[in-house]
C-alpha cells in the first residue's frame, strides 16, 4: 500500500484532463527557478507555457505501453517489460522503428500501481480510438503513450514518388485497437481542428495535419492538375487525405518533421 502526499492536492498542480487510465496535470507555477531565471519564468507563465505530465493509473487498464525514456517514476506494484515477444517480433518492431523514425522498442508497464512520465512543455492529447473506429496515423513524433493492447503499425504513403518530391517521409505510425492514446504535441487542442470527410478530400499545404483516420488515403500531389496550374498558385504539392474518416489539424504550427 502507498500514499503519495504534496502532489494531486498541491495548489500549484492542476489536473487537466482526464481519460481512461490516463490523468495530464499542469504545473501553474515553477517555483523551482533561480533569481536569473526569474523573467523567462514570469512571461512563460503569462504566456501559458508551462510543464505538464501525464500519470497512469495501470489499476485501470491491462498494462500501458510509453515511448522509449518517457517514464520518470513508478510506484506501487508496477512491472517493466521490453513488450518484445520474440526474435520475429523485435524484427518487425526494428525494422517499424528504422521506417518511422519512432525508438524500435516501446516498454510496457503492468500492475497495479502509479506510473508518471516526464514533465513536458508540449501539450498532451488524449484520444479515444473508439471515436476513431479504432484505427488512427501519427504525424512523427507525437506518440507518448497507450493501451498496452493496441497495436502498432507502420503506414506507407499510396504513391511514393510524389511524397519524395514532398520531402515527406515515406511511412508513418499507425496505431489499431480499443482504448486511449496519449500525444505529445506542440499545439494545445483547444486550437485544434477536426475536419470530418464522407467520400470527400482534403489538401494542406504542409504538414500541419497531428493524426487522421487509418481509413483515408494519405497521398502527396500537386496542389492544380497541371504543373502549370500548380506552379501559378504558388502552392505545388500538398498533403491529401481522401476517403471518409476525420483529419485533426493544427492551422497555426507546422508540427512533426
Not at 515553477?30 to 510543464?51: G, W
Not at 505510425?173 to 486511449?180: A, E, K, P, R, V
Request: net charge negative; charged share 20%.
Amino acid at each position: 500500500m502507498y500514499k503519495i502526499k504534496n502532489f494531486f492536492n498541491n495548489d500549484d498542480i492542476t489536473i487537466v484532463r482526464e481519460l481512461g487510465p490516463f490523468c495530464v496535470i499542469e504545473y501553474q507555477r515553477d517555483l523551482s527557478v533561480m533569481p536569473e531565471e526569474a523573467a523567462l519564468a514570469y512571461y512563460c507563465n503569462k504566456m501559458n507555457v508551462r510543464k505538464r505530465q501525464v500519470i497512469c493509473d495501470l489499476s485501470r487498464v491491462n498494462g500501458v505501453t510509453i515511448q522509449a525514456g518517457a517514464m520518470q517514476w513508478m510506484v506501487g506494484n508496477v512491472n517493466a517489460t521490453t513488450g518484445i515477444k520474440g526474435v520475429g517480433d523485435l524484427f518487425s518492431k526494428a525494422v517499424r522503428g528504422s521506417v518511422t523514425g519512432e525508438s524500435a522498442i516501446k516498454p510496457e508497464y503492468t500492475g497495479d500501481g502509479a506510473l508518471a512520465l516526464e514533465p513536458t512543455y508540449k501539450h498532451i492529447i488524449l484520444i479515444d480510438l473508439a471515436e476513431w473506429n479504432g484505427s488512427i496515423v501519427l504525424d512523427d513524433g507525437l506518440f507518448l503513450a497507450c493501451d498496452s493492447s493496441m497495436k502498432h503499425r507502420a503506414i506507407m504513403r499510396s504513391n511514393v514518388s510524389s511524397a519524395v518530391a514532398g520531402k515527406e517521409g515515406l511511412f508513418n505510425l499507425g496505431i489499431q485497437g480499443q482504448g486511449i492514446l496519449c500525444l505529445e504535441c506542440p499545439c494545445p487542442q483547444e486550437e485544434l481542428v477536426e475536419i470530418e470527410l464522407q467520400d470527400d478530400v482534403v489538401k494542406i499545404d504542409g504538414n500541419m495535419a497531428v493524426a487522421w483516420s487509418g481509413s483515408l488515403q494519405f497521398t502527396v500531389e500537386r496542389s492544380g492538375k497541371t504543373l502549370l496550374g500548380s506552379a501559378a498558385s504558388g502552392e505545388g504539392l500538398v498533403n491529401v487525405y481522401r476517403g471518409t474518416g476525420k483529419v485533426l489539424m493544427a492551422p497555426v504550427l507546422k508540427v512533426g518533421r
